[in-house]
């Protein structure tokens, strides 16, 4: 390793150590605390009616400072799946161009579009796999999808509407088919030979227990035994090697020259944590200094570049090192567990207390820069409808928890119609419901839709109900484009006094609103105080059901309600 990328490696422990210093601070010395997923707060159990309380001790100067989180809706997209524009029954990038104007018209005076600002797609570079996460050509879309001209039209009709579009880059690892690996495995003395990890060339012992939870990492070719953290077919990349590092640089730029705005960048962690032996400050050190070199030569081509990082941690000291000069955000794992938590369950677990402590971490780590990345389900986890266990009402109180918390929220492609999936990940994968009978024109047919057979929830059957969930997540989607509080502001715990109710205030240098939310199947009061600087919530911003009522100070929310009030 050259000494240059060592220093580096040391600058990034500082960030690793003022991050768990921070949260010493704040947690009590519990590890849980540091989790955004944490009760970290007992919460009143008095039934309804009941009295907001604020906390007592009125913040200092310093605390009250708004630190905001300008955001973007968000829309993962798995490419096979989504819409398919040629009849050949797998979805392609011609197929998400024609489907635009579902995701957002750029009309700001309709309605009937779901208003996201940004969308992420799965991979889509070639690759032997449906999936497309072992790439075998860094610099070219998979013949499935289309080409590298139809991905710049896809790029320029979403920038036409107010989308962004970043793309899945998986660095950490290459497909075994991918010509550099091949060469690699068959000529010890081949230039790509040091691209990948290989034991016997740096005298170690082939043994050990994968940090991804696969077993040995080691796997057997032509005698040598080459480092796969995931799967024998996805061998690792040497980043200890200069020129894999300025070769997934230049990639990286080839990207944002065809137009795209950044980057969910998979596996983030696994850069040099391989094996379970290999979790540790240490390493997470390495991790983030190679993320900041690649961030810095990104923007070079592009200030204002996206990136987004899978760092699968509940640990916010783990997570908040990558804020530092890596990513703009981390996916929050913790919190999407906590939110479906809390609806499920019916009950408020303090998330906005643990999140408030939490992201007051990263904005120092960040020096106010990050942004967090909050999700429900994804690619890699049983759909939320199905952990919610198809209830409907509880999937509506998830949606609104996220979309009314700060972040970046990512919904999965399906998720705002209610789509059911669980492992395997075919399964979690399935093609979008376009139509009730589950055929008609772009629908895709690459995988039987068995979690989701005709008959169940569909784009189509939905489209028109006032009160569906697609219509549901519509105008969410608008009241937070339209409120700058809710796009951009900070969040603050406030705790209604009631188990059954979650509450939180989300304030921007602009406004403030707050958020409350009855969890429950039957109707709660809550009684609005003053907060501890005085601001009463005096009149309803955004109600979803249409009939709560604020009188005298005193809330009344009917079952499975979100209202959300000004002052």
């Not at 290459?174 to 740096?202: G, L």
């Not at 629908?443 to 939905?462: C, F, I, L």
């Amino acid at each position: 390793m050259h000494s240059t990328y060592l220093r580096r490696a040391g600058a990034a422990l500082l960030p690793c150590a003022l991050t768990a210093a921070l949260l010493a601070g704040c947690s009590s010395g519990n590890d849980q605390d540091t989790s955004a997923a944490s009760s970290a707060a007992a919460r009143p159990t008095a039934s309804s009616p009941a009295s907001a309380a604020p906390a007592a001790a009125a913040p200092s100067a310093a605390e009250t400072a708004v630190d905001e989180q300008p955001s973007s809706v968000y829309y993962e997209i798995f490419v096979r799946s989504f819409y398919d524009s040629n009849g050949d029954g797998i979805g392609d990038l011609k197929g998400i161009t024609e489907k635009l104007d579902y995701l957002n018209d750029g009309n700001p005076d309709t309605h009937d579009d779901l208003g996201v600002g940004g969308i992420w797609l799965m991979p889509i570079n070639p690759s032997p796999s449906y999936h497309g996460y072992d790439v075998t050509d860094y610099r070219s879309v998979n013949p499935d999808y289309g080409t590298v001209e139809d991905l710049r039209e896809l790029v320029a009709e979403a920038h036409k509407r107010g989308i962004k579009v970043i793309m899945d880059l998986v660095v950490n690892h290459t497909s075994s088919e991918h010509p550099w690996f091949k060469a690699a495995a068959t000529d010890p003395k081949s230039p790509y030979r040091d691209w990948y990890v290989w034991a016997e060339d740096q005298g170690r012992s082939p043994e050990g227990v994968s940090a991804a939870g696969s077993g040995n990492p080691w796997h057997s070719v032509r005698g040598s035994h080459y480092m796969a953290t995931f799967w024998e077919k996805m061998p690792d990349l040497n980043f200890d090697n200069p020129k894999v590092r300025e070769e997934m640089k230049s990639v990286g730029k080839f990207w944002l020259d065809q137009g795209l705005d950044g980057f969910r960048l998979d596996a983030a962690k696994h850069i040099y944590e391989d094996t379970a032996a290999d979790r540790g400050d240490a390493t997470t050190a390495k991790n983030v200094a190679w993320w900041q070199e690649f961030r810095s030569s990104l923007t070079a081509v592009n200030p204002n570049v996206y990136l987004v990082g899978e760092v699968w941690e509940d640990s916010a000291a783990t997570v908040g090192a990558y804020l530092n000069k890596a990513f703009d955000s981390g996916f929050n794992f913790g919190l999407s567990e906590s939110i479906l938590s809390a609806a499920g369950s019916e009950k408020d677990n303090g998330l906005a207390f643990s999140l408030e402590r939490t992201y007051k971490l990263y904005g120092k780590v960040s020096e106010g820069s990050f942004t967090d990345a909050t999700f429900l389900g994804n690619h890699d986890v049983n759909r939320s409808m199905t952990q919610l266990q198809d209830n409907a009402n509880h999937a509506r109180m998830a949606a609104a928890i996220q979309l009314t918390l700060p972040g970046n929220p990512f919904i999965y492609y399906g998720e705002e119609i209610g789509m059911r999936g669980q492992k395997p990940d075919e399964g979690i994968r399935e093609p979008m419901q376009w139509y009730p009978s589950g055929s008609g024109q772009g629908q895709t047919t690459w995988e039987q839709a068995a979690n989701n057979p005709a008959g169940g929830a569909s784009v189509e059957s939905e489209n028109q109900k006032a009160d569906s969930l697609l219509s549901h997540y519509r105008k969410l989607i608008a009241l937070r484009k339209s409120t700058p509080a809710l796009r951009d502001g900070a969040v603050k715990e406030y705790s209604p006094g009631n188990a059954g109710v979650m509450a939180y205030e989300r304030i921007a240098a602009d406004g403030r609103a707050l958020v409350v939310h009855n969890l429950t199947g039957s109707g709660q009061t809550v009684k609005l105080e003053k907060t501890t600087d005085g601001v009463l919530y005096a009149s309803v911003l955004g109600d979803t059901s249409g009939q709560a009522s604020l009188k005298d100070g005193s809330l009344s929310l009917p079952a499975y309600t979100t209202v959300v009030l000004q002052p």
